[in-house]
């Protein structure tokens, strides 16, 4: 069959016409997607740096953070880190029944998994990008 630049009509095959008054300009999909810019790949690099100096800078004071994890109405309290390094564990004389070690035990996992789940809490909300400005990244 033809080209790209022929047809099909029922006389045969005809070029396809040609626009005289359209110069011959290379186009750039890709550029014209991102608003005719282009990707600004300097501004993407220092967006990546900066969210990484704030990743870090979050994760360092979420590892100097303590946090209490609680169980039993305060009869068990553990502090542990945003580390997760234990600090203390400071458990209430009258939570302490040498008849049910069970109960004991059971309170200290609980006040545990607390503050396993407040540390996962500080650090999910200290690294949130919800400030993060992109607007410079796509050449606009």
């Known amino acids: 069959m033809g080209t790209d630049d022929e047809r099909l009509t029922p006389d045969g095959i ?16 890709l550029a014209d997607l991102l608003g005719g810019g282009g990707l600004d790949f300097g501004a993407l690099m220092e967006q990546a740096s900066n969210v990484q100096a ?10 100097a953070t ?24 400071v ?25 396993v789940e407040r540390v996962n809490s500080l650090q999910s909300e200290s690294i949130g990008l919800g400030g993060l400005d992109i607007s410079g990244l796509f050449g606009g």
């Open 14 to 29: 005809v070029p396809a016409p040609v626009d005289e008054d359209v110069d011959d300009v290379d186009v750039d999909p």
């Open 54 to 63: 704030q990743m870090l800078a979050a994760q360092q004071q979420a590892a």
């Open 66 to 89: 303590e946090v209490e994890g609680v169980a039993g109405g305060g009869a068990v309290r553990i502090v542990v880190t945003g580390a997760m390094e234990p600090r203390s564990v």
């Open 91 to 115: 458990i209430d004389p009258a939570a302490v029944d040498p008849d049910d070690v069970d109960m004991l035990q059971d309170l200290v996992l609980a006040a545990l998994r607390d503050a």
